[in-house]
């Protein structure tokens, strides 16, 4: 599956789908990405902005009650 390429920059291909959803996050907020069309990238994007509020909004909430006990 490797081929060798020449590139003047260096690139990270990975799949995201099967990531940490706050990983997923942090790679479309900082990393430009690339897809077969414009409407897939846009439709991902989406689904893991949601993801991660709901994934944000429960992590922040255990953060406040978990080591509010501590």
């Known amino acids: ?3 060798v390429i020449k590139l003047r920059k260096r690139i990270d ?11 997923q996050y ?3 907020k900082r990393v430009k990405l690339f897809f077969k069309n414009d409407m ?8 893991v902005l949601l993801s ?3 994934y944000k909004e429960m992590s922040d909430w255990l953060d406040r009650n978990l080591l509010a006990k501590v």
Not at 40 to 47: S, T, V
């Open 40 to 47: 897939m990238r846009k439709r991902y994007e989406a689904e």
């Open 13 to 23: 291909v990975k799949i995201l789908t099967h990531a940490p959803i706050a990983f």
């Open 26 to 28: 942090e790679v479309i």
């Open 1 to 3: 599956m490797e081929r």
């Open 52 to 54: 991660y509020l709901d």
